[in-house]
């Protein structure tokens, strides 16, 4: 379903820019077959007109036709302040294919580009490809990613670096910057336009309400709540969770400086651009919160239309509180299961978060200490879990480790049953900077294997796969700090 709605002002038909020799750097074959588009045994689509249409330099293959594609406008609060209108300044929407919209990023300037050149980098291209794909085999709500198709045109950022077009697929890219836009414009009709086509065709369940925008406005807040504690769950940091960023549908989008957690540290900061640390790891919960009120503020004129506006604050006010609600159960439920507790008992919490604090202490890698706690038996001693050895504070540690074997005992399952609930829920794989950094440096020199390898391994990203142990390793010491910018 396209977005579209009535007018000319919302979606400006905008045909993408040619880009020169465009070659594959990657696709992915879970992405193409989620669009039943049929790939040869070299993994490329088997019409070659593909690559010119996934470059954007046809709307045609040889049966399908994308006759219109657009660019839509939206605005929203970057960095906590209102920033006015931005758009798709260089994401077109090619058209519908089996549920999902197909939208290029970097196709070249759209009537919103204001002072970009509507094109995207090689370097973020290639992260933005192989996260969409690693966060959708980690089970997160995301925008998948189909393609990234190269160049050699030049495109100026801190250097001289190559475009490229990551090819983008979700259902719908609506996020709340478009809420926000008309109702900046104070502009009720298309509000209610975008609500009820949201409603159509996301969120049916919601016109069975005898207030079907309230319940929507609950529904995407739930949404966003949840995912928000899957982030937290598996370590990511999106990096810049301005509200034109946010997803209507409580998908991740719009990767750009994210990371993954190596070592832990609640306040980490991903994003090198992000000095104040406004989206820094801990406050991800807060600030996700915070565009949930951008969303109600935008949608009160839709809940004003039936009641007085003080009521109308007011229950706007009440469905907001929700969002801690949902978001702490979520949290509790992803970390219980994250430490193979499936019996809830009191003080459970408080034994994560005392975990969670040693962790931060010994600066402990997030990743590789979840799943190694898998491995923890019943009836162990303390000095055996090899794991106490990475805490520099072990004194501090062991009597946790202590609690937690105590703790165990009051589990039903046995250990063989509780690791296997503990593997599905502790990736031993993500997509760690340094490894994305390797396979960008070789892409760079026009050897695409290590995008490929990356995009198979994270694939699987809660399997064993002894041929690719070495790539659930922490970074080396001169690779963890990799400066991820805004610049993309
Ligand atoms: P982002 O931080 O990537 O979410 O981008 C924020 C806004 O800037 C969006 O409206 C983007 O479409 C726009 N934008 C980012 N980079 C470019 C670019 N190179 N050319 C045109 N617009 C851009
Ligand atoms: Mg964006």
């Given at each position: ?37 049929p790939l040869g045994s070299d993994g490329l689509p088997v019409d070659p007109l593909w690559l010119d249409l996934l470059a ?214 991903c994003n090198h651009s992000d000095s104040g640390g406004r989206y820094a790891y801990h406050k991800q919960p807060q600030i ?201």
């Amino acid at each position: 379903m396209p977005f579209t709605l009535s007018g000319d002002d919302t979606c400006q038909t905008t045909t993408p820019s040619r880009l020169h020799d465009p070659y594959w750097v990657a696709i992915s074959p879970n992405a193409a077959e989620l669009i039943q588009l049929p790939l040869g045994s070299d993994g490329l689509p088997v019409d070659p007109l593909w690559l010119d249409l996934l470059a954007g330099n046809t709307l045609k293959t040889s049966d399908i036709e994308f006759p219109n594609p657009i660019a839509t406008v939206y605005s929203g609060h970057q960095f906590g302040v209102w920033a006015g209108q931005l758009g798709d300044g260089r994401a077109i929407l090619l058209g519908d294919l089996h549920g999902q919209e197909l939208q290029l990023k970097g196709a070249g300037i759209t009537r919103f580009s204001r002072m970009g050149d509507g094109r995207a980098v090689l370097r973020s291209s290639i992260r933005e490809f192989l996260c969409s794909e690693a966060m959708h085999a980690l089970g997160i709500p995301t925008s998948r990613a189909l393609s990234v198709v190269g160049s050699k045109e030049k495109v100026i950022r801190e250097s001289v670096e190559t475009a490229a077009v990551c090819a983008r697929l979700a259902p719908s890219f609506i996020r709340i910057g478009h809420f926000e836009h008309y109702a900046s414009l104070e502009n009720t009709v298309r509000l209610k336009e975008l609500a009820d086509l949201l409603i159509t065709h996301f969120y049916p369940e919601c016109s069975q309400h005898d207030q079907p925008y309230l319940s929507l406005f609950k529904a995407i807040s739930k949404r966003n709540a949840k995912l928000v504690a899957q982030w937290q769950s598996v370590g990511f940091c999106h990096g810049v969770l301005n509200s034109d960023n946010i997803s209507a549908l409580g998908l991740t989008i719009d990767y750009g400086p994210f990371g993954f957690l190596d070592q832990f540290q609640i306040d980490h900061i991903c994003n090198h651009s992000d000095s104040g640390g406004r989206y820094a790891y801990h406050k991800q919960p807060q600030i996700m919160h915070w565009n949930m009120a951008c969303l109600a503020s935008a949608m009160l004129p839709l809940i004003e239309i039936n009641q007085t506006t003080e009521n109308a604050h007011e229950i706007l006010r009440s469905a907001l509180d929700e969002f801690p609600v949902t978001y702490a159960k979520e949290w509790q439920g992803l970390f219980r299961r994250k430490l193979g507790l499936e019996i809830e008992i009191d003080g459970d919490i408080e034994l994560i978060e005392r975990l969670l604090q040693a962790m931060h202490d010994s600066q402990i890698d997030f990743t590789n200490f979840f799943r190694s706690l898998g491995n923890v038996k019943k009836g162990m001693q303390v000095a055996d879990i090899d794991t106490r050895n990475d805490f520099i504070d072990r004194e501090g540690i062991d009597p946790w480790f202590g609690d937690y074997l105590t703790r165990l005992e009051q589990e039903t399952a046995d250990d063989v049953a509780r690791k296997m609930v503990m593997d599905s829920i502790n990736p031993k794989y993500i997509l760690r900077n340094y490894l994305a950094q390797v396979a960008i440096e070789k892409a760079q020199r026009d050897d695409f294997s290590e995008v490929a390898t990356l995009l198979k391994l994270l694939s699987n990203p809660y399997d064993e796969q002894p041929e690719f142990e070495a790539y659930s390793k922490p970074p080396p010491q001169d690779m963890r700090h990799i400066a991820v910018s805004c610049s993309s």
